[in-house]
């Protein structure tokens, strides 16, 4: 069984960074693709930023593309979400997501395994 364990949201002002951050277990960590997607209420699951196994792919979604960085520490299970010049409309729970295909995965639907998700608020 494949856990995701999400960590570092929180709240920031308009400009600001956090970093999040999703520990895996269970799973050959380094063998499959990782993502990131976010919810705000209301609104479906939105794309967030997706990296092959050994990081050399990468995309964005098109409203976080130059703000955001995703990362990956093999040696750690761990992939990152680093977030700058945050703004209110990126406040929203953010979920890391685990598929078993080493490639880039943009859907929802092309991932197996989610965390519980960690809330990120931006203030105005």
């Known amino acids: 069984q494949v856990q995701l364990v999400e960590s570092g949201g929180g709240l920031v002002q308009h400009g600001g960074s956090l970093r999040l951050s999703c520990a895996v277990s269970?799973?050959?960590?380094?063998?499959?693709?990782m993502g990131w997607f976010r919810q705000a209420p209301g609104k479906e699951r939105e794309f967030v930023a997706a990296i092959s196994r050994s990081g050399g792919s990468i995309d964005y979604g098109d409203s976080v593309r130059g703000r955001f960085t995703i990362s990956r520490d093999n040696a750690k299970n761990t992939v990152y979400l680093r977030m700058g010049s945050l703004k209110p409309e990126d406040t929203a729970v953010y979920y890391c997501a685990f598929r078993t295909n080493y490639g880039l995965g943009l859907q929802p639907g092309q991932y197996e395994y989610w965390g519980q998700g960690t809330q990120v608020t931006v203030s105005s």
């Open positions: 269970g799973r050959t960590f380094n063998s499959y693709g």
